[in-house]
């Protein structure tokens, strides 16, 4: 009990260490270690709980530790999964913060974090261009009419509009803007699925 | 006091930053608003910029930088707790229904309007960074001074990020770059 704990600790240490930016590009590193190596999940399980770990709130990659634990070892599995996660960050974090509180005033580090602003900035602006193009625009995928394409776009273009504009010019809280969103989706969407799975049939 | 604050705040984040690490910016963002003390705006460029060029998943190593920041390592261990507890709990209690959970109409359908609004969560935490290292004023357009320089790295750096072939170029890259371009130009 006790080994497979620590073994599931210590494979998501790794991948916590091994595994730069978390999301997708953590998905070769988790197949290695939990597929390949320890098998405590087939791929196809694993790309599951990554969805799934995409739907509830907060860190994708914890939640898809906390599912191969769970499903592992039960909430202690889980517990260890998680932990085993996050603690190479709490190390390297506080380190590095620890020790640039003392380099922040050099001109060199001044410069240079200068510089990486700008990086952050358009890392950012290009991570948002790839959510609009994935979350927002929908595709025309059955081939359907232009005019109907369009129509589809305008609730979730609007939706992100809104949210933008509340957020910048009038200083709402991203809290209320998810919850009014999740609501919204639920009044706009809910008949919609109905229909889109009628015409599945 | 701020310890329990910090635990609260973080919490919050952990139940509403829906969408992984990049949903949890535009509460930050906020929270850079609403508690000045604790760290600023220009700061947290600095923990992003740390965040994505460390390992670990970003929404981690932020709480864990912002909750050093607050209070040191007590601090980056509660920050980071709180941001992981809900969702921990939310999963453990609906373990056994996940797939019923993800498939539920009401769900996907609450899903598909959060999609695009958490999209302009993050666009507006973009927009904030954004006009903090190009525009040294409050509002891009009163009389600010334009930091030329930034603007012209951000502008280069971004075309680089649009080519396809550097589309998967790691984040630290370009992040090290514009460090030397910064250097070497004196920002």
Redesign the interface.
Known sequence: MIKSLLSLFFAFFRIGLFTFGGGFSMLPMLEREVVDKHKWTDKEELLEYFALGQCVPGVIAVNTATLVGYKTRGILGSLFSALGLITPSIIVITSIAAVLVNFMHFPVVVHAFTGIKAAVGALMASAVVGLIRGNVLKKNKNKTSVKKILIANIPPVLLCAAAFVLVVFAGVSSVYITVGAAVTGIFLFRAKTRDEAEDNV | MDLLLLCFEFF?I?????????A????LT?LA?NYPHWFTL?EL??M??????????????MA??AG??IAH?PG??IA?FS??I???I???SI?RI??K??EN??????????????????????????R???FAGDTVFANDTVNYK?VI??AV??TA??VKWLRKT???I??A???????V???
């Open positions: 919050k952990g139940i509403f930053a829906i969408g992984g690490g990049l949890t910016m535009p509460f906020q608003e220009e460029t600095d992003i910029a740390v965040s994505e060029a460390t390992p670990g998943p970003i929404g981690v190593n864990t930088y050093f920041k390592i980056a261990l980071t941001l992981i809900p969702s921990f939310i999963l453990v373990a996940l797939r959970f993800r109409k009401y769900i996907s359908a609450g899903f598909e309007g959060l999609k695009p609004a958490v999209t302009g969560l993050i666009a507006a935490a973009a927009y904030t960074v954004i903090l290292t190009m930034s790295l951000f750096l971004f990020m649009q790691h984040p630290i370009f992040i770059a514009a460090a030397i371009a910064g250097i130009f004196s920002f």
